[in-house]
């Protein structure tokens, strides 16, 4: 058999594997394994981001932005992996699409919480830089009042006063 077929014979075979040993009910019979298709390039949640920063370290914030949406495809619920997209694709000028993967981000991360409104350093950044100042000023101010020990906001509320009065 071909290695990358048997590669991806293993990782089907792995993932059948998992979904049996992590059925909710216990095994008073013999189940059969369901394939799950995996894809060539999936390497895992864990993986993927390692890849992601990898490529951040080496400066190439494309490459990190295309494994970060592979990854998303896969494992769409990823919250950490919105969240560092939204970051790169802001430093690379996608402020589109930073603001909808930052908000899907805070999305994710709401639903594991206690209810409240979505706010973050980096959507609030990507708003300020879209020209949303008032949204961008009102998110800061909620941020603050959410973490008032945080130093760099206050920093970023001064650098932004700062520009508004320029």
């Not at 400066?59 to 919105?82: C, N």
């Not at 999305?107 to 950044?125: F, G």
């Not at 009102?138 to 020990?149: F, K, S, T």
Request: hydrophobic content about 40%; charged content about 25%.
């Amino acid at each position: 058999m071909h290695s990358s077929r048997l590669t991806g014979y293993m990782r089907t075979l792995s993932v059948s594997r998992m979904l049996t040993a992590s059925a909710s009910t216990p095994n008073t019979r013999q189940l059969i394994a369901k394939s799950v298709p995996v894809p060539a390039n999936w390497h895992g949640v864990a993986d993927g981001m390692d890849a992601a920063k990898a490529a951040i370290s080496r400066r190439d914030l494309d490459a990190a932005e295309h494994i970060l949406k592979d990854l998303i495809a896969f494992a769409p619920s990823e919250t950490s992996a919105w969240r560092l997209l939204a970051r790169i694709q802001r430093k690379l000028g996608k402020i589109e699409a930073g603001i909808e993967s930052a908000t899907r981000a805070l999305k994710l991360q709401n639903a594991r919480q206690m209810p409240q409104t979505a706010a973050s350093t980096t959507l609030a950044r990507l708003l300020w830089q879209q020209g949303e100042k008032e949204h961008a000023i009102e998110m800061l101010g909620l941020l603050m009042m959410r973490q008032p020990e945080d130093a760099s906001l206050q920093t970023l509320k001064h650098e932004w006063e700062r520009e508004t009065n320029s």
